[in-house]
């Protein structure tokens, strides 16, 4: 029998006309029962001839009703809102036609138009009930014969519209994986209520029940849980052998559907990342509204990402230029697909090739540029700083001077928290790009704004420890880290662009900006938690070994957010450093005796040139520490 009705009610058995039929034949029945309510008399008492006229008329009126707003046409098994509202507006348009009629027979004496108000009133709300009651039958059966019997019960963290639309989209997904046994929400005032007739309580209460639930899995569909909340709730579930996944908030549905696939498993970011940025929408688009706009490097991490916030502003054009083929590529298709008729041109070039550089310039005549271009890897830089000078300086020297050239309004340079007292070959080339740039800044000549951004890791980028860690994984492990203790700071890599564009147009010109990257975390932990969001248990399931710090790694990185070292600015993330610039014919010298040097001079010979540059870059853990002991000898002396 079940398997017959399932069949049924999935198959096109029941044609949109059976629908109409049974709405008409309950319509009908509705009102010889709401005739016997009003008259309150047996129905064998009744006049015949005049209930069977009166039937006829609101047989009729409702028909054509029904038919007019196609009330019977939807899947009766996916009931809805829309479904509902359209039933009701079919019974309200049948039951206000009829008092029209009803009214038309008083006035002109026609006595088979003429049906008492009250009936109609009282007929109204049993059809309407009736149907509703007729669909929900269809719609629960359905369900009922179709849901799998190895569904895991799961809580709803969040009792709020979010929960409300994840609840929907779980029950009436046919793939359904789910039984939601109860929603769970830090608000004392829900935890007495009741959602979708399932309890709401507080997470210590879910905790006890949990048991008695059977409970395997916790969905997050609250978007203001802070990050500590989320921490803690996730090695609730860590210790209770539960999954964890979120509901990803509307702005970032897949198409902007909701359904039971948007739900995905939660991530590091989600655990490290910080609450929502709040961007001066209005100032940013202001300098973005109309404008031709240079993103170099934009095939990485920090690149693309800043494309993607650019193209939800109003610009005339972004130019992605990458020496990356592949990558350049792929975040094309990813454009073309996400965006359809975005406004950008792409361009393989190397930022060191002036001449190649200079065309671009001349072809597009770009207002502003958003310089992402670098080589980052700290170990790797340690071993050919020869190319982290090349790239990193030569490269950003470049795009300044052609900047100035061509009358770029804005150049926005993203460096590095490596670049604060710089212990390795790739922060000291940063922080010389920031000296370069900012002592041109002091240039009354020059009209370019020169904004520097400076920042610690993003996580998720490419060559982090993220997507390291989450290889290891996949393959069973070691997680390797190189020491228990170190820390760095971290944030999104979307947190990370955003207050990029912010701090591009905050900027007048000169200023390095540093972002409030929070508390420092540790690498250690940061493995672990993976582990533990793969389903697996740290040092049972999956080994942390540590390896030892790498050339140029130093074990703590620099606070940023430093008062003592920096300004306020009306953003309560973004603040100015405070640091000495020397001046720009001093530093200008200094940048071209470097790279002219590129020419001659071997690996610790252009590493001692930086050193004399920045006095304050002292290796760590690098071949290049000799340098240091041999400077300060020389001051002692």
């Not at 009741?194 to 609250?222: D, F, Q, R």
């Not at 052998?241 to 902007?256: Q, R, T, Y």
């Not at 300086?393 to 052609?402: C, F, P, R, S, T």
């Amino acid at each position: 029998m079940k398997r017959l009705l399932s069949g049924i009610l999935s198959g096109r058995i029941i044609s949109p006309w059976w629908i109409l039929l049974i709405d008409m034949l309950l319509i009908s029945n509705s009102f010889v029962l709401a005739s016997v309510l009003e008259l309150n008399q047996y129905i064998i008492t009744l006049p015949a001839l005049a209930l069977v006229k009166s039937s006829v008329l609101v047989f009729l009126v409702y028909l054509l009703v029904f038919v007019a707003t196609k009330s019977y046409r939807g899947v009766i098994r996916h009931t809805g809102y829309e479904e509902i509202k359209t039933l009701s507006i079919a019974c309200f348009g049948g039951f206000i036609v009829l008092m029209a009629l009803s009214l038309l027979g008083t006035l002109f004496q026609v006595s088979v138009l003429y049906i008492p108000y009250i009936t109609l009133t009282i007929h109204l709300f049993i059809s309407l009930f009736l149907c509703f009651i007729f669909r929900m039958v269809v719609k629960e059966t359905y369900a009922y014969l179709t849901r799998k019997s190895d569904l895991v019960n799961a809580y709803i963290f969040g009792a709020g519209e979010l929960g409300m639309i994840t609840f929907e989209a779980i029950k009436s997904d046919k793939e359904i994986l789910y039984n939601i046994v109860g929603f769970i929400d830090d608000d004392p005032s829900k935890w007495s209520l009741s959602l979708a007739s399932l309890p709401v309580m507080s997470w210590e209460k879910a905790l006890l029940n949990s048991e008695v639930k059977n409970v395997e899995l916790v969905i997050l569909a609250k978007t203001d849980v802070p990050i500590d909340r989320k921490q803690e709730i996730s090695r609730e579930c860590s210790l209770r052998n539960w999954k964890l996944k979120v509901m990803p908030s509307v702005g970032n549905w897949v198409n902007g559907v909701s359904n039971n696939n948007q739900i995905r498993d939660v991530r590091i970011e989600d655990l490290l990342g910080r609450d929502e940025i709040k961007l001066n929408q209005l100032q940013i688009m202001q300098g973005l509204v109309g404008k031709v706009i240079l993103v170099t490097g934009a095939a990485g991490s920090i690149g693309s990402e800043i494309v993607r916030q650019l193209l939800k502003f109003p610009v005339k054009k972004i130019v992605l230029l990458d020496n990356a083929e592949s990558d350049l590529y792929n975040l094309q298709q990813e454009l073309i697909l996400t965006y359809y008729d975005a406004p950008f041109d792409l361009v393989l070039a190397d930022v060191t090739n002036r001449a190649r550089i200079k065309a671009v310039f001349e072809q597009f005549m770009p207002n502003i540029v958003f310089n992402a271009a670098a080589y980052k890897h700290v170990p790797l830089l340690e071993m050919n700083p020869y190319e982290g000078i090349r790239v990193n300086i030569g490269g950003v020297k470049i795009l300044a001077d052609l900047s100035i050239e061509f009358g770029v309004e804005k150049f926005v340079m993203v460096s590095t928290d490596k670049a604060v007292n710089p212990t390795n070959v790739m922060g000291a080339t940063k922080r010389i790009c920031e000296l370069y740039i900012q002592s041109l800044s002091q240039l009354k000549s020059v009209k370019t704004s020169f904004i520097t951004t400076r920042f610690g890791n993003v996580l998720g980028s490419n060559g982090s420890v993220v997507p390291l860690f989450k290889k290891q994984i996949e393959q069973g492990g070691p997680l390797t880290v190189t020491h228990p203790e170190i820390t760095r700071f971290f944030m999104t890599i979307p947190e990370a662009c955003q207050l990029v564009l912010e701090a591009g147009f905050m900027g007048q010109g000169g200023e390095i900006f540093v972002f409030d990257m929070g508390e420092p975390v540790k690498i250690d932990f940061l493995a672990r938690e993976m582990v533990r969001l793969a389903g697996l248990i740290p040092d049972v399931d999956i080994s942390i070994k540590y390896t030892g710090l790498r050339p140029g790694e130093k074990l703590y990185e620099e606070l940023l957010a430093n008062k003592e070292d920096t300004l306020p600015t009306y953003h309560n993330k973004i603040l100015i450093a405070k640091v000495n610039t020397p001046s720009f014919f001093e530093v200008n010298s200094a940048v071209n005796d470097l790279l002219f040097a590129l020419q001659y001079e071997d690996s610790v010979s252009l590493v001692a040139r930086m050193k004399h540059l920045i006095p304050e870059y002292l290796s760590c853990n690098s071949r290049f520490s000799d340098l240091d002991v041999a400077q300060r000898s020389v001051k002692l002396s």
